[in-house]
Antibody, heavy 122, light 109 residues
Framework: QVQLQESGPGLVKPSQTLSLTCTVS??????????WSWIRQPAGKGLEWIGR???????NYNPSLKSRVTISVDTSKNQFSLKLSSVTAADTAVYYC??????????????WGQGTMVTVSS | QSALTQPASVSGSPGQSITISCTGT?????????VSWYQQHPGKAPKLMIY???NRPSGVPDRFSGSKSGNTASLTISGLQAEDEADYYC?????????FGGGTKLTVL
């Protein structure tokens, strides 16, 4: 049973870089031709897709965030990571990592982490 | 503003059926059969309920069904139960990325 777990600081100062890691357990991040996505949700609001990575290192990003986002993968640690630079209060949200079937298999997210709250404040 | 448009809220009584719409464009919902639906209870991660417009993952009750016509996808829940009360989100593939709807709060009266 594959499980995902987000980790990282819960508080980030404005203008700094938000860094989160998602650890995949119960299976290899490299198996099954899956993509791995980051999704966020501000309190009381809807879901926003941030971007995704394939284990080859290929990435796709939300155009609205592309200039500030970097997603990377470390297959040796079974982890993938998110970096969001120049954060503001608008980046305060619950951040989820999720397994993504990818653009050729319906682009559904079938396994989600529990989510981690990140607050941007000085 | 979300890329896909959903009603903010819908409601129904136990046993009844409800339908939630998800309207996009020919570049997303209308252009691909890659619409998914998610259920989210308060404080929990979303759960995949429907993929590729009308397919249910293993374990999702057959009370949940999906369809699409043109640029609008729909989620129908029949035989409403109290535990169906949650937020529901649609998503669609478009141009190498994913877009979500704004979400619909389902209230079971």
């Amino acid at each position: 049973q594959v499980q995902l777990q987000e980790s990282g600081p819960g508080l980030v100062k404005p203008s700094q870089t938000l860094s989160l890691t998602c650890t995949v357990s119960g299976g290899s991040i490299s198996s099954g031709s899956y993509y791995w996505s980051w999704i966020r949700q501000p309190a009381g609001k809807g879901l926003e897709w941030i971007g995704r990575i394939y284990t080859s290192g290929s990435t796709n990003y939300n155009p609205s965030l592309k200039s500030r986002v970097t997603i990377s993968v470390d297959t040796s640690k079974n982890q993938f990571s998110l970096k969001l630079s120049s954060v503001t209060a608008a980046d305060t949200a619950v951040y989820y990592c999720a397994r993504d079937w990818g653009p050729r298999r319906g682009d559904a997210f079938d396994i989600w982490g529990q989510g981690t709250m990140v607050t941007v404040s000085s | 503003q979300s890329a896909l448009t959903q009603p903010a809220s819908v409601s129904g009584s136990p046993g009844q059926s409800i339908t939630i719409s998800c309207t996009g464009t020919s570049s997303d919902v209308g252009g691909y059969n890659y619409v998914s639906w998610y259920q989210q209870h308060p404080g929990k991660a979303p759960k995949l309920m429907i993929y590729e417009v009308s397919n249910r993952p293993s374990g999702v009750p057959d009370r949940f069904s999906g369809s699409k016509s043109g640029n609008t996808a729909s989620l129908t829940i029949s035989g409403l139960q109290a535990e169906d009360e949650a937020d529901y989100y649609c998503s669609s593939y478009t141009s190498s990325r994913v877009v979500f709807g704004g979400g619909t709060k389902l209230t079971v009266l």
